[in-house]
């Protein structure tokens, strides 16, 4: 059982950056891909990155390349996400989520065991 617990968000005019945190429980952190979904208000839960469990592996939508980054500190049971030129169309709320050990990378909300319970960021223009 893991236990992830986000927090970092709030709100931030366009432009500016925020740094969200996914802390997790259990002494097999490494060993687990982890995620960060949105969901806006009316429309479905969506990736935004992924990373397995060395780190040596992401995933970005392509909504985000270049402008998110995600991160893992093993050492910490962590999981980061930096939002850099965040855009009022990234707002929403964002939920960390870790897929069975050694799983490879998905896409889908589906592939994910276990969720935190979602932090708001709210972009404004």
């Known amino acids: 059982q893991v236990q992830l617990v986000e927090s970092g968000g709030g709100s931030v005019q366009a432009g500016g950056s925020l740094r969200l945190s996914c802390a997790a429980s259990g002494r097999t952190f490494s060993s687990y891909t982890m995620a960060w979904f949105r969901q806006a208000p009316g429309k479905e839960r969506v990736i935004v990155a992924a990373i397995t469990g060395s780190g040596g592996t992401t995933y970005y939508a392509d909504s985000v390349k270049g402008r998110f980054t995600i991160s893992r500190d093993n050492a910490k049971n962590t999981v980061y996400l930096q939002m850099n030129s965040l855009k009022p169309e990234d707002t929403a709320v964002y939920y960390c989520?870790?897929?069975?050990?050694?799983?490879?990378?998905?896409?889908?909300?589906?592939?994910?065991?276990?969720w935190g319970q979602g932090t708001q960021v709210t972009v404004s223009t």
């Open positions: 989520a870790a897929r069975s050990p050694y799983s490879v990378i998905a896409s889908r909300s589906t592939s994910y065991d276990y």
